[in-house]
């Protein structure tokens, strides 16, 4: 009754209580039966019934939410009131509850004040285990931690004003945090480690936050934090490695919160990884890093309850394993990660002391003949894998001395030579070791385990962890194997992986599709004597799955590799037109997401085809490509259909217009879809890929598109006009400045044309289009996009134009001087921005992408000496630890903006920005040549311009053209 009287008194007030509100139901609560039903409330806080208790506190919460605390100003004094009075324990619970639900609506204008008056009767709750039991010192805890996190998101504004508050009121806190840490973990007692937990949630804040004050108090909490750290193992191994139920699974708290032994752990292990990563405390920890590592490594056991589990559902297993988890296993291991980042080597030789210790005890217990021997050497194998790259990087520079080649031979020999059936999540995590240290493996070792993962994954024995390992050995192993080896393997091992793509699952097939993907890779020539077998397979799990974009792409990428394994690419093509002719002829009348995914799959067989296969596909689906786009609603496939397109452009350049018997009308179909495109009608999703493809037209069909320059300018306005996506007026800023280059030697002519042409709001479409251009070239990513706009502004600016000197654009932010703007700041008035001409917009962005070039550079240099270091001496721990401390500066928001865009040729640009920076002759520009060359022969031959344009710029800025031009 209690709890149905709750949910009526939440709705009421929900839909009564505010008229403003989205769920209000007529009538309105009046004033004062407002007033009565507040006071009656608060009177009620001190039931001793705990349900009444609780469903008051959340009435009382739901009318604070829309109340307090203007039109309810007594709410505060009164829980205060409450809480003081120790004669009724159960008015501090109802106030306590009420806290706590009112803790979700605190911010920064109310924290400071209730702080100072709130957290006397939380200490004098958490210190008073005589009156108040666990769960009402865990709620005062609770409600501590709210505040102190508003408090610490001031802090970066208000740094001293915190400071002061916190400096007098931290020793007795830290105080009874070590009092409460300081005796062993009770393992039948779940409010014992919710307590705990919500002091490790105060202390994560205090070392995140005030790292500095809580340096001189870290010795407070230290041992009494260890005594809970060692404790803690013994309970989580009696009751969650070893025991085969957890009797306190599925128990909550008052506030929903469940009383979970491994949240209590993860708790711990996080807030370890904030002392590791603290600059200052990890000095301390560092003294015992080797006891650390030596007793976190035990915690990444699997327990009971996931072996039952992943044993029982193998996709869960490799769910689990291929995503960060919530779990003591992924807890670990980030642990070990950063104790690698704060104490470098000395990381690196704790954890591997504590590995060999921990092994050498595995072995005793497998001797003694106990069951779960294998979970510790699971566990240790687990740690090394998270940790393989700087322990490759570190074995490969001599930096250790171990031989980790030895070791894990010794172990992975071991483990292989058991039974199929025994310990199949022991061999699977060898298995995906062997992966990770593939290159400590000899050629004849390496091909042992080949064979034994092709063997494991074609057996009957239902051990599914087995095979999620050796698929990700195969993956790894099959790219480095001796093709004459792969050759007599190649019938089984495909017949294993397609027998297992039919059982696969959804979580499983990713992980198929991959090992496919390779084992067509590593087959070669051999590919073609299985083409026939392997395509249909891998055509319909793509079909099947033609909806899900990750198994779809993944089953595409399989069937690009058979593509271009030699002799595969035409009975593939011959065998999957005819099915896409048909797809997309008849567009209207297939299932869902069949067109879109067809769509990619041309786009795919397009790519690097040659030109005879690119004219069979031009002949059969050019014509139904561009009727999709012209006449789809789904923006989905017209997004398809535009890379299609483009993929068509890029495979047949010149050469395409000569494919049909009109090239006239052929011309006129690319035209017409790039208007439908820059349609200023249509939703923005739907053009999102056009400069993909209008760039292509630009390159490959220079002369042709230089006649409709003025219809495509247009089209462009209209369409940037109508825009609701940055990312899609950035790339129309893209085009324009192809454009620019595509005008060149006569750029001022495009300078002209825009003046003629209309744009709403602004004088002329020059003042437009630049206008946005200033805003969005900070925004531009990709070294092929940004190479363009940088050299078409420096186009611009080298025609002289009277015209941009006329023009004013968005200059710098005015710095408010308030600093970070908090929650309660952030309803003033938005920023503001300076005001200047175009051609000192245009200068300034040069010097940025300066600055751009000259850190990559700088980067460069590092990296090189990086390297030398490594070969003279190895890791360098100082190096290491250097990379923790503070800079005595801050970078800009504009320099960390340019180090974050990255202009090599290496980025992860797609496909698409892939074929066009391939076609497009400008992506050879040396950029910072160009840029050196162009400020050269400005300050030489316009040195007044020069200087005018130099003295707006930011000091950074000027330094960096003080570099080029080696001036001063």
């Not at 009112?102 to 005589?130: C, E, G, R, Y």
């Not at 896409?580 to 995914?597: D, Y």
């Not at 495979?651 to 035209?671: N, V």
Request: net charge negative; hydrophobic share 40%.
């Amino acid at each position: 009754m209690t709890h149905l009287a709750a949910v009526l008194v939440k709705q009421y007030i929900k839909q009564h209580w505010q008229e403003d509100d989205e769920s209000f139901v007529h009538p309105v609560v009046s004033s004062g039966e407002k007033e009565s039903i507040r006071e009656l409330l608060l009177f009620s806080l001190d039931d001793h019934h705990g349900k009444l208790r609780t469903a008051v506190a959340m009435a009382v919460a739901s009318i604070a939410h829309y109340d307090w605390p203007e039109d309810w100003p007594d709410l505060i004094p009164h829980l205060l009131r409450l809480l003081s009075d120790q004669s009724t324990i159960s008015g501090v619970g109802g106030a306590l509850r009420a806290l706590a639900l009112l803790s979700d609506d605190l911010d920064d204008s109310m924290v400071p004040k209730l702080a100072p008056v709130l957290f006397p009767h939380l200490l004098k709750i958490v210190s008073s285990p005589n009156l108040y039991g666990k769960p009402q010192r865990s709620k005062a805890l609770s409600i501590f931690h709210s505040c102190i996190s508003i408090l610490a998101s001031m802090s970066g504004v208000f740094w001293t004003e915190t400071r002061a508050f916190m400096m007098p009121i931290l020793k007795s806190w830290m105080e009874q945090f070590a009092i409460v840490l300081q005796t062993p973990v009770d393992a039948k007692d779940p409010d014992d480690w919710s307590i705990r937990m919500e002091v490790l949630k105060c202390l994560t804040q205090f070392v995140q936050n005030f790292p500095d004050l809580m340096e001189k108090e870290f010795s407070v909490f230290y041992y009494p934090l260890w005594g809970t750290f060692i404790s803690c193992f013994k309970v989580y191994e009696s009751s969650l490695i070893e025991g085969a139920e957890d009797p306190y699974v599925g128990l909550y708290d008052s506030d929903g919160k469940e009383k979970s032994l491994e949240s209590f752990v993860i708790q711990l292990f996080e807030f370890l990884i904030t002392v590791v990563g603290s600059r200052r405390l990890a000095k301390i920890m560092g003294r015992n890093v080797k006891e650390l590592v030596f007793y976190s490594i035990p915690f990444l056991q699997m327990t009971e309850e996931q072996v039952q589990s992943w044993s029982a559902d193998p996709n869960h297993y490799l769910a689990d394993e291929s995503d960060v988890s919530y779990s003591c296993r992924t807890s670990g291991s980030l642990l070990l990660e950063e104790v690698i980042n704060s104490f470098g080597l000395d990381g690196i030789n704790s954890i591997l002391e504590a590995v060999h210790k921990h092994y050498d005890d595995s072995i005793r217990s497998k001797n003694a003949g106990l069951s779960n021997w294998w979970r510790m050497r699971e566990a240790l194998i687990l740690s090394l894998c998270t940790i393989s790259d700087q322990l490759l990087e570190a074995q490969d520079s001599r930096s250790i001395d171990f031989s980790l080649a030895d070791f894990l031979h010794n172990i992975f020999i071991e483990g292989i030579g058991t039974e199929v059936h025994q310990f199949p999540f022991l061999r699977g995590r060898i298995f995906s070791a062997i992966a990770k240290f593939s290159s400590l493996i000899n050629q004849d070792i390496r091909q042992q385990f080949l064979l034994s993962a092709i063997q494991a994954i074609s057996t009957d024995v239902s051990c599914s962890p087995t095979k999620v390992g050796a698929c990700q050995a195969l993956s790894q192993l099959l790219t480095e194997c001796n093709p004459c080896f792969l050759q007599t393997q190649i019938f089984s091992l495909f017949s294993s992986l397609t027998d297992l793509l039919n059982k696969a699952s959804e979580e499983t097939l990713h992980l198929v599709l991959e090992t496919l993907k390779a084992a067509v890779k590593a087959g070669g020539e051999h590919s073609a004597s299985i083409e026939a077998i392997i395509s249909p397979i891998i055509l319909n799990t793509w079909l099947q799955h033609v909806s899900d974009p990750f198994i779809s792409i993944d089953a595409l990428e399989v069937l690009e590799e058979i593509k271009n394994a030699p002799g595969c690419m035409e009975p593939l093509v011959s065998r999957i037109l005819p099915s896409i002719k048909s797809i997309l002829e008849n567009p209207q009348i297939q299932s869902s997401g069949l067109v879109g995914g067809t769509l990619d799959l041309l786009t795919m067989l397009l790519k690097d085809s040659p030109p005879y296969l690119a004219k069979a596909l031009f002949d059969s689906c050019f014509n139904s490509v561009v009727n999709i786009l012209l006449l789809s609603d789904d923006y989905g496939e017209m997004q398809n259909a535009t890379q299609c397109l483009a993929g068509f452009v890029s495979a047949g350049k010149q050469e395409l217009l000569a494919w049909s018997s009109d090239p006239a009308i052929t011309m006129k179909s690319l035209f017409a879809a790039a208007s439908r495109l820059l349609d200023p009608d249509l939703e923005s999703s739907g053009s999102l890929f056009i400069s993909s493809y209008v760039l292509q037209l630009i390159v490959h069909f220079p002369s042709e598109m230089a006649v409709h320059i003025r219809d495509l300018m247009v089209a462009i306005v209209h369409r940037m006009e109508s825009c609701e996506i940055a990312g899609l007026r950035s790339s129309l800023i893209v085009i324009v400045a192809r454009l620019v280059h595509l005008c060149t030697p006569h750029v001022e002519q495009f300078i002209n044309l825009l003046l003629t042409i209309p744009a709403k709001g602004h004088e002329n479409s020059l003042v437009y289009i630049m206008s946005e251009w200033a805003k969005q070239q900070p925004e531009i990513q990709g070294s092929y996009q940004i190479k363009i706009t940088t050299t078409a502004l420096v186009l611009l600016l080298s025609t002289r134009h009277p015209e941009l000197a006329k023009v004013y654009v968005q200059g710098n932010i005015i710095k408010s001087g308030e600093g970070i703007v908090t929650r309660s700041r952030g309803k003033k008035a938005p920023e503001r921005w300076t005001i200047v001409s175009l051609p000192s917009k245009i200068f300034s962005h040069l010097a940025d992408s300066l600055i751009e070039i000259q850190e990559q550079e700088l980067e460069k240099e590092e990296d090189s000496e990086w390297e030398e270091d490594e070969g003279e001496g190895g890791l360098d721990q100082d190096v290491l630890l250097s990379s923790m401390e503070q800079s005595g500066s801050r970078p800009s928001v504009e320099q960390l903006s340019a180090m974050a865009r990255v202009l090599d040729d290496d980025d992860d640009d797609d496909d698409f920005e892939d074929l066009i920076k391939r076609a497009d002759p400008l992506n050879q520009i040396d950029l910072s040549g160009y840029l050196k060359e162009f400020l050269l022969n400005l300050s030489n031959q316009e040195g007044s311009l020069f200087e005018s344009l130099y003295r707006d710029l930011a000091e950074g800025q000027k330094e960096a053209i003080n570099r080029i031009l080696r001036r001063f």
